[in-house]
T-cell receptor, first 112, second 114 residues
Framework: EPEVTQTPSHQVTQMGQEVILRCVPI?????FYWYRQILGQKVEFLVS????????KSEIFDDQFSVERPDGSNFTLKIRSTKLEDSAMYFC??????????FGSGTRLTVV | AQSVTQLGSHVSVSEGALVLLRCNYS??????LFWYVQYPNQGLQLLLK??????LVKGINGFEAEFKKSETSFHLTKPSAHMSDAAEYFC????????????FGKGTRLHILP
């Protein structure tokens, strides 16, 4: 069964550093998303991406964040100048149509 | 805007007993509804989804959910709980637009008692 692949599974970074979280969506999917889950809390929407541009972004997704689809397969989330409160599990998801979202296994980001 | 309310942040049931996890949604348009499961230190796995076909939806691992428009509910059930069902369960909603995101509830942690 096709999977959404996220790398790395765990990233530790120092406060103030930049991190790039990587995702390989399912190949025929057109819609891409990033979500985050702070430990013990709900899964929160960050951003959706379609046709090489952001479709929608949440209040969380401020200028510190950016997304990119640098080639035909990867979908990245960049977090600049990381803060302690950015520590969370970050999930990538993709969908082909409106009725199915496939999530990756997530990247656990720890900011120290 | 859509929203989801999950009643009970923790639910405990005995092994072999009925599992009932409650979810109520709010949406201005006919929604798509989902249940996801998250095992400890793992990602989100789709259990089942409602997309306007049959109102009783069957999913993986013996789970099912019924869409009730009059009650704006989409409760998740399983006739007989198994120890392996212990996990966090998330109800989610989207409003079917082509590029819309899904909105998650706060989750319900299911504990299975031996």
């Amino acid at each position: 069964e096709p999977e959404v692949t996220q790398t790395p599974s765990h990233q530790v970074t120092q406060m103030g550093q930049e991190v790039i979280l990587r995702c390989v969506p399912i190949s025929n999917h057109l819609y891409f998303y990033w979500y985050r889950q702070i430990l013990g809390q709900k899964v929160e929407f960050l951003v959706s991406f379609y046709n090489n541009e952001i479709s929608e972004k949440s209040e969380i997704f401020d200028d510190q964040f950016s997304v990119e689809r640098p080639d035909g397969s990867n979908f990245t989330l960049k977090i600049r100048s990381t803060k302690l409160e950015d520590s969370a599990m970050y999930f990538c998801a993709s969908s082909e149509s409106r009725d199915g979202y496939t999530f990756g296994s997530g990247t656990r980001l720890t900011v120290v | 805007a859509q929203s989801v309310t999950q009643l009970g942040s923790h639910v405990s049931v005995s092994e072999g007993a009925l599992v009932l996890l409650r979810c109520n949604y709010s949406s201005s348009v006919p929604p798509y509804l989902f249940w996801y499961v998250q095992y400890p230190n793992q990602g989100l796995q789709l259990l089942l989804k409602y997309t306007s076909a049959a109102t009783l939806v069957k999913g993986i691992n013996g789970f099912e959910a019924e869409f009730k428009k009059s009650e704006t509910s989409f409760h998740l059930t399983k006739p007989s709980a198994h120890m392996s069902d212990a996990a966090e369960y998330f109800c989610a909603v989207s409003d079917r637009r082509r590029d819309d995101k899904i909105i998650f509830g706060k989750g319900t942690r299911l504990h299975i008692l031996p």
